[in-house]
């Protein structure tokens, strides 16, 4: 009973890690038989990285006018699922005729394809970087475009996520009306990125794996000292941490508690006692 119980309350530590370190993957159309989409195997464990690497790898990605990169870092799949179903990026990906919707595609902190630049240099289309809610972008007639689109970070509490994800949302569906007015036969790849300071770890972690350069001279002002407190530095609290001290307050706590309440109810006579009836002078006479 005690290890049932010790399960049951383990399993949503498990699901938190079995989702930690996966972003929101969509893709949507506006070709009815579309041969890019359907051709996107994700297989068990999707990966961001492979799923890049089918569309941009497929023969038939040049067949649009243009297409669309949408990088929003932070974002997950319960930031989506807070949007209103009645919110334009909804209605844009359900009036699709083509769409491919993984919640949870795995991210590592490796750096996934660039997209943009591949679809360029393959179908030779202009690149052009949006940034949502300026509307100063044009296309050229006659040409193929390839818009990236890099959305502010995502990040706080719930109820600050969900407010920043409303105004992102309104800011990325304000292009999405704009491009499918201009060009009609397009495709648009909205992907989660791991938040900028996991960027920043990866980048330091390529640092240290390649070799370093010899000839460069060392400085003592090129090495940046760290600014603030150790609580604006580091993360104390990671998910290990607070999983560890979970488990540790509300299960080993209680148990080692009761074991003790156990031991100290358990009594023992410290001395025998005589019978009733019974006379030591008595005894000694007999």
Same mark, same amino acid.
């Given at each position: 009973?005690?290890a049932?119980?010790?399960?049951?309350a383990?399993l949503p530590v498990?699901?938190v890690?079995?989702?930690?370190d996966?972003?929101p993957f969509?893709?949507w159309s506006?070709q !009815?038989s %579309?041969? *890019?989409?359907?051709?996107?195997t &994700? +297989? @068990?464990?999707?990966?961001?990285?492979?799923?890049?690497?089918?569309i941009v790898?497929?023969e038939?990605?040049c !067949?649009? %006018?243009? *297409?669309?990169?949408?990088d929003h &870092? +932070? @974002?997950h799949?319960?930031?989506l699922?807070n949007l209103?179903?009645s919110?334009r990026l909804a209605?844009?990906?359900?009036?699709?005729?083509?769409?491919r919707?993984?919640?949870?595609?795995e991210?590592?902190?490796k750096s996934s394809?660039n997209a943009a630049s591949?679809v360029?240099?393959q179908?030779?289309?202009?690149a052009?970087?949006v940034?949502?809610?300026?509307?100063?972008?044009?296309?050229?007639?006659d040409?193929?475009?390839?818009l990236?689109i890099s959305l502010p970070?995502i990040?706080?509490s719930?109820?600050?996520?969900?407010?920043l994800m409303a105004?992102h949302e309104?800011l990325l569906?304000?292009e999405?009306d704009?491009?499918v007015?201009?060009?009609?036969?397009?495709l648009?790849?909205?992907?989660g990125?791991?938040?900028?300071e996991?960027r920043?770890?990866s980048d330091l972690?390529?640092?240290?794996d390649?070799?370093?350069?010899?000839?460069?001279p060392?400085?003592?002002?090129?090495?940046?000292s760290?600014?603030?407190g150790?609580?604006?530095?580091?993360q104390l609290?990671?998910?290990a941490?607070?999983?560890?001290?979970?488990?540790a307050?509300f299960?080993?706590?209680?148990?080692?508690?009761m074991?003790i309440n156990?031991l100290?109810?358990?009594?023992?006579?410290?001395?025998s006692?005589?019978?009733?009836?019974?006379s030591a002078?008595?005894?000694?006479?007999?």
């Amino acid at each position: 009973m005690a290890a049932r119980a010790v399960l049951l309350a383990l399993l949503p530590v498990s699901g938190v890690f079995a989702f930690s370190d996966t972003v929101p993957f969509f893709a949507w159309s506006s070709q !009815s038989s %579309d041969s *890019v989409l359907g051709s996107l195997t &994700p +297989g @068990a464990r999707p990966d961001h990285g492979s799923l890049l690497e089918s569309i941009v790898s497929n023969e038939n990605l040049c !067949s649009y %006018d243009a *297409v669309v990169v949408v990088d929003h &870092p +932070g @974002a997950h799949s319960s930031d989506l699922r807070n949007l209103p179903p009645s919110c334009r990026l909804a209605t844009l990906i359900k009036e699709s005729p083509s769409s491919r919707q993984l919640p949870y595609v795995e991210r590592s902190l490796k750096s996934s394809p660039n997209a943009a630049s591949l679809v360029t240099r393959q179908c030779s289309s202009i690149a052009l970087d949006v940034v949502p809610g300026s509307g100063e972008w044009q296309l050229e007639e006659d040409k193929k475009h390839v818009l990236s689109i890099s959305l502010p970070p995502i990040e706080g509490s719930s109820r600050y996520r969900k407010t920043l994800m409303a105004e992102h949302e309104r800011l990325l569906s304000k292009e999405l009306d704009k491009l499918v007015a201009l060009i009609p036969n397009h495709l648009v790849i909205y992907a989660g990125s791991l938040p900028l300071e996991r960027r920043e770890v990866s980048d330091l972690d390529s640092a240290f794996d390649s070799p370093p350069d010899a000839t460069a001279p060392y400085s003592a002002t090129t090495v940046a000292s760290p600014k603030g407190g150790i609580l604006h530095n580091y993360q104390l609290l990671t998910p290990a941490l607070i999983t560890s001290l979970l488990v540790a307050f509300f299960i080993l706590v209680p148990i080692v508690l009761m074991g003790i309440n156990t031991l100290a109810s358990i009594q023992s006579t410290s001395r025998s006692e005589a019978p009733k009836d019974y006379s030591a002078q008595e005894k000694k006479t007999q």
